[in-house]
């Protein structure tokens, strides 16, 4: 079974503040995706990094995703209490082709 | 976004009692799939199916059965609903395998 260690569970940080999330795993991936989640809702897709070195921007978020394709970050820029939420990273490939593997995530807290 | 709903959105049940839930959408997308978030674990893939009457287990399959007599309904059947199926279950729906997956909104069910 493919797993994905994320980290850290929690981060409570204050507005403005920069801050990391890593996403990572002994086993290689063919995609890595992450999403974003609020309460009360179903998860909604940010990006997809398929390509080992691969960075994507996202206005204040850029992701980042491994040269081994085991591993990804999320780095926020002067983090906005808009950006409070559940951080999931995801990946595809490997022994779980086509399916979705995900981290246990991330609660990101921003105070004003 | 995606025109995926479930329902109920919210259940209390007893043990010992079926429970199904349901997935719609209107996108006409091929792939669907169950589900489900507890603390600590992400999202955990219960079955998917690939197709009318084409269902296959995921990673937490114990359980639960599916069915999918139509392209735009997917359920997920609780025979006999134990309290370790207390959690939030999420449908969502792709074109294909290793294409993007939106998610519905969930549903929370407590089994007391």
């Known amino acids: 079974t493919q797993l994905l260690e994320q980290s850290p569970q929690f981060l409570s940080i204050q507005e403005g503040e920069n801050l990391t999330v890593y996403c990572n795993s002994s086993s290689v991936f063919s995609s890595l995706q992450w999403y974003r989640q609020e309460p009360g809702e179903g998860p909604v897709l940010l990006v997809t990094v398929v390509t080992g070195g691969e960075v994507k921007k996202l206005k204040r978020l850029t992701f980042q995703f491994g040269d081994a394709r085991k591993d990804s970050s999320l780095h926020i820029t002067a983090a906005q209490p808009g950006d409070t939420g559940l951080y999931l990273c995801a990946g595809t490939g490997g022994t779980s082709y086509g399916k979705l593997t995900f981290g246990q995530g991330t609660i990101l807290t921003v105070h004003p | 976004d995606a025109g995926i709903t479930q329902s109920p959105r919210h259940k209390v049940t007893e043990t010992g009692t079926p429970v199904t839930l349901r997935c719609h959408q209107t996108e006409n997308h091929r792939y669907m799939y169950w589900y489900r978030q507890d603390p600590g674990h992400g999202l955990r893939l219960i079955h998917y199916s690939y197709g009318v009457k084409d269902t296959d287990k995921g990673e937490v399959s114990d359980g639960y059965s599916v069915s999918r007599s139509k392209t735009e309904d997917f359920l997920l059947t609780l025979e006999s609903a134990t309290s370790s199926q207390t959690s939030v279950y999420f449908c969502?729906?792709?074109?294909?395998?290793?294409?993007?997956?939106?998610f519905g909104p969930g549903t929370r069910l407590t089994v007391l």
């Open positions: 969502a729906i792709s074109t294909g395998f290793t294409d993007t997956q939106y």
